[in-house]
């Protein structure tokens, strides 16, 4: 019931203390804490002048925030976005300042802003912030601080305000501005604000520019070696008309009188022409190369992190096989099974990126179905990469299920020093340990493959 109360709070003060780091500048902010210290010690006006203190920064301040009311202003404020991001890497992009007024307008800070979502609950309840284990008993009995962490995840990013020094009448100014992304996906961008300090600077008025974009951050990527599992070339069945071309040649082996069951756009026309009969084309069955790589996103109890890791691990293999007679399946069970093909004439790299970039972790075992999906596609594979979170029993069964499968396959396990007391199991079943600390260099010391 505290924690309700607690909670139903938070809100209230998240909102008032951004609105004290958006309106007040360093100045003011000074002047505010000595304000309320003065009035405590100035009750007593016989033995103490902390009251003239008071009233002094109760003046200022009163007096900023009416000089604040006279700022006046039309402006018009475009984005110009680049396509994507990375997790972790800044990222510069243009904001073009269109000034209206008939005067020219200095000191201006441009405040761009990502959409804030103030979680429910059950949300701020499940979420889980590493640094807890760094915070006193009463910060994370309270939670404050984790609901802070929890809301600038939920933005996704960081951008410094800007400072606008000049910028004439009736013109344009085209402004850098950088954005730091701290998680992946759909970052949106919400409002825009122009504050202008009062003379004495310790107040900022603001105009509010509301206008919506999107930017998508993709996973970080990290050096991979090339794929080479001495896999071979597999049947495909519906060939080109499944794959794109991608595969031994398509061109037709003869014509032939139409059977009933043919399709339709088997049909050479030209000939149906010339005999009036429906004549076919016969094609050559298409076998290529097919890689399955499957995403565990059953995270549990293991720390966001490594499942973080794990998909950075796959977006990396998948931008780096460069095969072109070659296609590569994402695998991975959300709400549903998935499996997105991508290779010559399919979805680009690009697209499995901005998959991998949505994708989210589950809480429940879905270990069974993933072992369902790959039965269900196995015969369509040439070789297989599994990228795992954990060595329980289920998965030590996917695994086993795996080996039997008589494909060439290839286990990864994302841990960190807990995972040892699975020594006996990765050494038994050639899974190769991947420690999300050193995570680029056990892929650059990871197998010729």
């Known amino acids: ?28 902010m000074l002047i505010l804490l000595i304000m309320p210290v003065a009035g405590v010690f100035g009750f007593d006006t016989r033995n103490t002048l902390s009251f003239q203190i008071f009233s002094i920064t109760a003046v200022l301040l009163f007096t900023a925030m009416f000089f604040s009311l006279f700022f006046r202003g039309r402006f018009s404020i475009i984005r110009k976005l680049p396509d994507y991001g990375s997790v972790g ?35 701020f309840s499940k979420a889980k912030d590493p640094l807890d284990k760094k915070r006193n008993r009463i910060d994370r009995f309270i939670g404050y601080p984790r609901l802070v962490n929890v809301m600038q995840k939920l933005r996704g990013g960081s951008i410094k305000p800007i400072t606008v020094d000049y910028i004439a009448e009736q013109s344009e100014l085209e402004i850098i501005v950088q954005l730091t992304p701290l998680r992946r996906g759909y970052l949106y961008f919400d409002k825009t604000r122009l504050a202008q300090a009062e003379p004495l600077g310790l107040f900022q008025a603001q105009k509010t520019l509301n206008h919506k974009d999107s930017l998508l951050i993709l996973p970080r990527l990290y050096r991979t070696p090339r794929l080479n599992l001495q896999s ?17 040649s398509q061109e037709f082996i003869s014509l032939r009188d139409y059977h009933p069951g043919d399709p339709i756009r088997s049909i050479h026309w030209r000939s149906f022409a010339k005999l009036n009969k429906p004549i076919v084309k016969e094609y050559q069955d298409e076998y290529f190369t097919r890689y399955g790589l499957i995403l565990d996103t059953f995270l ?38 998935y499996r997105f093909t991508s290779g010559r004439g399919l979805a680009g790299a690009e697209n499995i990126l901005e998959v991998l970039a949505c994708v989210e972790p589950v809480y429940e075992s879905n270990i ?31 695994i086993k299920s795996l080996s039997t499968l008589n494909i060439p396959t290839k ?22 340990l991947i420690n999300h600390d050193s995570l680029q260099q056990d892929l650059d010391t990871l197998w010729k493959m």
């Open 300 to 337: 549990e109890h293991k720390p966001e992190r490594l499942f973080e890791g794990a998909v950075s691990v796959a977006a990396s293999f998948m931008t780096a096989q460069k095969e072109q007679d070659a296609l590569l399946d994402l695998m991975f069970v959300g709400n549903t099974p």
């Open 89 to 123: 890497i800044p990222l510069n992009y243009y904001c073009v300042i269109h000034n209206e007024n008939k005067t020219a307008k200095r000191g201006l800070v441009l405040i761009d802003e990502l959409k804030s979502q103030f979680p429910s609950l059950d949300d």
């Open 232 to 248: 071979k070339r597999t049947y495909q069945h519906g060939g080109v008309n499944s794959a794109s071309t991608v595969g031994d």
């Open 1 to 28: 019931m505290l924690r309700k109360l607690l909670f139903a709070n938070f809100k209230l003060i998240y909102r008032f203390s951004h609105w004290l780091r958006q309106r007040f500048t360093s100045t003011g």
């Open 368 to 398: 069974n179905e993933v072992q369902l999906m790959i039965q269900q596609y196995s015969r369509e594979c040439s070789a297989l990469i599994c990228i795992l979170l954990d060595l329980d029993e289920s998965r030590l069964r996917l």
């Open 411 to 432: 286990f990864l396990l994302l841990g960190d020093s807990v995972t040892i007391e699975y020594a006996a199991a990765i050494d038994e079943n050639d899974i190769h």
